[in-house]
T-cell receptor, first 112, second 112 residues
Framework: KAGVTQTPRYLIKTRGQQVTLSCSPISGHRSVSWYQQTPGQGLQFLFEYFSETQRNKGNFPGRFSGRQFSNSRSEMNVSTLELGDSALYLC???????????FGSGTRLTVV | QQQVKQSPQSLIVQKGGISIINCAYENTAFDYFPWYQQFPGKGPALLIAIRPDVSEKKEGRFTISFNKSAKQFSLHIMDSQPGDSATYFCAASTNSGYALNFGKGTSLLVTP
């Protein structure tokens, strides 16, 4: 079956702009999580959604937000982009809500 | 702060050798400990995971050893192959947090 699909794969934005990233989970998976990966900080948890409800949020500023739709697809939004937001943003889905996460290949965001 | 500490940062092993990566944690509420493998340009892929009620789990050439009293766990890759060259991440989560706390990663190079 199809894996976790993230679009777009690459994105270049200017400081101050906003960006929306999309994630389609594995069919049947209702839990979707987002992570930020940078060389300095590694993999850091952003937030997790289950059945359209945010169940947990990591330690990121309010500029980072997300949502999940009724078909389990998820989007994350970053407003007022900063240079430090340049990272690989990874989406992961799970049927068990917390265990056995499958990751997508990520969206590489570059802020200039 | 980093809830899961991983070492070493990098590792070079000859083909056929044993690769060992170690992780330590402080939060005794963690009850799920997965290992992920990541190749360049790809998202992390779940390799193997363990719960604290067992001390060892083996899947093929990959073994997790878990020491609950020491709050440590490790990944052993037996008969390491050049195709195992990747970055490995340990992680930990609780049964209610839905968030994976990742180690900083170990870059493994298996030489022919």
């Amino acid at each position: 079956k199809a894996g976790v699909t993230q679009t777009p794969r690459y994105l270049i934005k200017t400081r101050g702009q906003q960006v929306t990233l999309s994630c389609s989970p594995i069919s049947g998976h209702r839990s979707v999580s987002w992570y930020q990966q940078t060389p300095g900080q590694g993999l850091q948890f952003l937030f997790e959604y289950f059945s359209e409800t945010q169940r947990n949020k990591g330690n990121f500023p309010g500029r980072f937000s997300g949502r999940q739709f009724s078909n389990s697809r998820s989007e994350m939004n970053v407003s007022t982009l900063e240079l430090g937001d340049s990272a690989l943003y990874l989406c992961a889905s799970s049927s068990a809500g917390g265990y056995g996460y499958t990751f997508g290949s990520g969206t590489r965001l570059t802020v200039v | 702060q980093q809830q899961v500490k991983q070492s070493p940062q990098s590792l070079i092993v000859q083909k056929g050798g044993i690769s060992i990566i170690n992780c330590a944690y402080e939060n005794t509420a963690f009850d799920y400990f997965p290992w992920y493998q990541q190749f360049p340009g790809k998202g992390p892929a779940l390799l193997i995971a363990i719960r604290p009620d067992v001390s060892e789990k083996k899947e093929g050439r990959f073994t997790i050893s878990f020491n609950k009293s020491a709050k440590q766990f490790s990944l052993h890759i037996m008969d390491s192959q050049p195709g195992d060259s990747a970055t490995y991440f340990c992680a930990a989560s609780t049964n209610s947090g839905y968030a994976l706390n990742f180690g900083k990663g170990t870059s493994l190079l298996v030489t022919p």
